[in-house]
Structures are given as C-alpha cells and as structure tokens.
C-alpha cells in the first residue's frame, strides 16, 4: 500500500482547498477498503482524524470541519479527495491520507496546509 497525498499550500482565511491522495495498492482491492480517512496534524500537536469514507460511501467529519470539508472516493482512478471550503487558520497544519482495513493503518506522506488571517 502506498498512498501520497498532495494539493496543499499557502491560502487566506475563508479560501478553498481540494487535497487529492493517489492510492497504490493491489492488497485489498481498492474498492473493498473499508475506510479511507484523513488525518490533521497541526504544528506541535497530535495527528487527528478530520474525515473519513467508508467502503459503502459512509461519511463522518470532525465537528470543527462539519459543513466545510468534503470527502470523497474516486474508484476508478484509485484516489481520494478532501474539498475544503472556508478554510480558518486552525486548519494550519499537515494533512495525511490513511486506510484503515481489518484493523490495519496505513499512512502515506502528508501535505501542508497554512492558512494565512
């Protein structure tokens, strides 16, 4: 399993980013993962779930991102996105990409966002 998120950079308060995280894997196939998620770690702080997509395209998001963040699944093309709208400074932080499958982590390298006031 490889997974590389890309996407971020440097925007203003109440702008839009859209991260995308290309999955490589053979083993699950793609489409029996049971969970893709995103993860938030902001400088000095603890790496935390922000979103997640389940197998069956159920969706969960971290309260502080409810109504701003969007994931999505793309199983054609192996990749997954987080859309994220009125972005806030707090956002500031590395984003990682993760699949969680029969009890498993995988982690791939994250991208950084800040988000400027």
């Known amino acids: 399993v490889q997974l590389q998120a890309f996407g971020g950079g440097l925007v203003q308060a109440g702008e839009s980013l859209k991260l995308s995280c290309a999955a490589s894997i053979r083993t699950p196939n793609f489409v029996d993962v049971e969970w893709f998620r995103w993860f938030h770690q902001p400088p000095g702080q603890m790496r935390v779930n922000v979103a997640g997509?389940?197998?069956?395209?159920?969706?969960t998001y971290r309260d502080s991102v409810k109504g701003r963040f969007t994931i999505s699944r793309d199983n054609v093309n192996q990749m997954v996105y987080l859309q994220m709208n009125n972005l806030k400074s707090e956002d500031t932080g590395t984003y990682y990409c993760?699949?969680?499958?029969?009890?498993?982590?995988?982690w791939g390298v994250g991208t950084q966002v800040t988000v400027s006031s």
């Open positions: 993760n699949i969680l499958h029969q009890g498993m982590n995988y």
């Open positions: 997509i389940s197998s069956a395209y159920e969706t």
